[in-house]
Nanobody, 128 residues
Framework: QVRLVESGGGLVQPGGSLRLSCTTT????????IGWFRQAPGKERDWVGC????????YYEDSVKGRFTISRDNAKNTVYLQMNSMKPEDTAVYYC?????????????????????WGQGTQVTVSS
């Protein structure tokens, strides 16, 4: 089964930073849109942001705008989620996913059903 692999989660104090990574050995990520989602305890999985398959345009949910940044390193076949100025409400399991229908698109999806392959998730806890 094709899966993406997330890493980089952990415990961070409020105001701190973490960088999550998303990669796979099964195919190239760079033609496709990649989304990041998160699921807090007892809540549904929510969209955090995404990077488009064409021109790497990025889009973010309002609560993370200005704090989170999504980028790619195509040489490493990896997409990153840089999280700064973190808050306790950022505590969640973070997932990346790829949309195989998004090659050549300036946009990327905000809904789970738009994505095909997912990672297993990585836990992020923001606490003092």
């Amino acid at each position: 089964q094709v899966r993406l692999v997330e890493s980089g989660g952990g415990l961070v104090q409020p105001g701190g930073s973490l960088r999550l990574s998303c990669t796979t050995t099964r195919f190239r990520l760079d033609p496709y849109g990649i989304g990041w989602f998160r699921q807090a305890p007892g809540k549904e999985r929510d969209w955090v942001g995404c990077i488009s398959g064409y021109e790497d345009r990025t889009y973010y949910e309002d609560s993370v705008k200005g704090r989170f940044t999504i980028s790619r390193d195509n040489a490493k076949n990896t997409v990153y989620l840089q999280m700064n100025s973190m808050k306790p409400e950022d505590t969640a399991v973070y997932y990346c996913a790829t949309d195989l229908d998004s090659s050549g698109s300036y946009t990327c999806g905000t809904e789970e059903y738009e994505y095909d392959f997912w990672g297993q998730g990585t836990q992020v806890t923001v606490s003092s």
